[in-house]
Nanobody
Framework: VQLQASGGGLVQAGGSLRLSCAAS????????MGWFRQAPGKEREYVAT????????YSADSVKGRFTISRDNAKNTVYLQMNTLKPEDTAVYYC???????????????WGQGTLVTVSS
């Protein structure tokens, strides 16, 4: 599976962005999909995951109520809708595909290249 993330950019605090991650291959619908982020000088951290079917979503406490993950298996794409953005959300955001629900980056097998989100105050 090859993953291509897009949708990052510069936004003011309180604004919104939607990230997309397009996957190649016919097995997209068999993977749990997740978003992680990494700020400068920090470790990669969990943001959100969505189940294979898309019916179950999980998210980190830091983004709960502001970010929503979803997927469209017909389009081989996973999304991250980010609302009420804060400067501390500034990071490179990565999409990832894994075989099980997890918040641990090493549990994910395939990774996109990352897309930069910058939130100005």
């Amino acid at each position: 599976v090859q993953l291509q993330a897009s949708g990052g950019g510069l936004v003011q605090a309180g604004g919104s962005l939607r990230l997309s991650c397009a996957a190649s291959g016919r097995t997209f619908s068999t993977y749990v999909m997740g978003w992680f982020r990494q700020a400068p000088g920090k470790e990669r951290e969990y943001v959100a995951t969505v189940s294979v079917s898309g019916r179950r979503q999980y998210s980190a406490d830091s983004v709960k109520g502001r970010f929503t993950i979803s997927r469209d298996n017909a389009k081989n794409t996973v999304y991250l809708q980010m609302n009420t953005l804060k400067p501390e959300d500034t990071a490179v955001y990565y999409c990832a595909a894994g075989l099980t629900q997890s918040q641990i980056p090493t549990q994910f097998v395939y990774w996109g290249q990352g897309t930069l989100v910058t939130v100005s105050s």
